[in-house]
């Protein structure tokens, strides 16, 4: 057995993008968790999210999806997701009662999604469970913290937040 010592490779568990990805699961799994309890989300969607079978995945249509509706391609590429997988989500969506498709007036040959009024619903307990998590970050980590990291997250980004 060699007994040089091995380079230091913690870097690899603490760099910021991996500390980006647990930060953003740990809060995407917060939101889903205050969405199981919500008393505004309709009671088969709360059991769902409850037993772990709405995922972050799903999240990406209650972010992406616009009030006006789009089409799974152009939801898919604001969700940077392949359109196949955008389709699928949108499927089980429907099923659940969150989305309907229609035809797009525009092209025959399209479907616009949109929101039901019980989408809606999930969209309104979604934008209350993002605000206490963002509380609960705040008080975690103090007011100071949590708007320098805004910022700083935000400016990376490059400012697209949406």
């Known amino acids: 057995m060699d007994d040089t010592p091995l380079p230091d490779d913690r870097w690899r568990q603490t760099h910021l993008g991996r500390l980006l990805g647990h930060a953003m699961r740990r809060f995407d799994a917060r939101v889903l968790q205050l969405m199981a309890r919500s008393a505004e ?33 152009d939801l898919a590429e604001r969700a940077g ?27 025959a040959r399209a479907r616009i999604v949109r929101f039901t009024p019980m989408g809606l619903a999930w969209l309104a307990a979604f934008r209350a469970a993002v605000a206490q998590a963002e ?17 700083g997250l935000e400016a990376y980004a490059g400012g697209d937040t949406a």
């Not at 997701?81 to 229609?102: F, H, I, N, P, Y």
């Open 81 to 107: 997701m392949a359109k196949q997988s955008m389709a699928d989500l949108v499927q089980q969506c429907e099923a659940w009662g969150l989305v309907t498709r229609e035809a797009d007036p525009h092209d």
């Open 135 to 151: 509380a609960e970050f705040r008080a975690e980590v103090g007011a100071e913290v949590a708007t320098v990291a805004a910022l």
């Open 41 to 73: 989300v309709p009671l088969a969607l709360s059991n769902l999210a409850a037993r772990d079978q709405v995922s972050a995945a799903h999240i990406h249509i209650t972010r992406h999806l616009s009030l006006r509706g789009d089409r799974v391609t």
